[in-house]
């Protein structure tokens, strides 16, 4: 068992201000076998690049600032208590366009490594 606290993932420090950072929170160390999690802090005006996934299903839990997801060519502007669900196959970035940090906690299945970057 793992128990995850907001208030605590709220007072990381981004290490790299100026670059999204990425900690990852529930691990094969957690003796989770099917899943993964991490934190992530996108700062201002930052993004995630547009990719897909073979295999992997997301689901993206906004907790603090807004980001805009875009999947498969259509916006959605997420806020704080927002949750996204993106399915295998679906070409999807991210994008910081405020002033202010973005955090989020995403977890996903399959664990393996599974990023194809879209030019």
Avoid: C
């Avoid at 201000?17 to 529930?26: A, F, K, N, Q, T």
């Avoid at 959605?76 to 970035?93: K, M, P, S, T, Y």
């Amino acid at each position: 068992m793992k128990v995850l606290r907001l208030d605590e993932l709220k007072r990381i420090v981004n290490p790299t201000p100026e670059m999204r950072h990425r900690l990852y929170v529930l691990t094969e160390e957690d003796n989770a076998k099917a899943l993964a999690g991490h934190l992530s802090i996108l700062p201002p005006g930052g993004d995630v690049p547009n990719h897909y996934h073979e295999k992997r299903e997301s689901l993206i839990f906004l907790f603090d600032g807004e980001i805009v997801e875009i999947i498969d060519g259509k916006e959605f502007a997420l806020q704080a208590g927002d949750a996204v669900f993106i399915a295998a196959g679906e070409r999807h970035r991210m994008e910081n366009r405020t002033t202010r940090e973005a955090r989020y906690i995403e977890f996903f299945s399959p664990i393996a490594k599974d990023f194809i970057t879209v030019t």
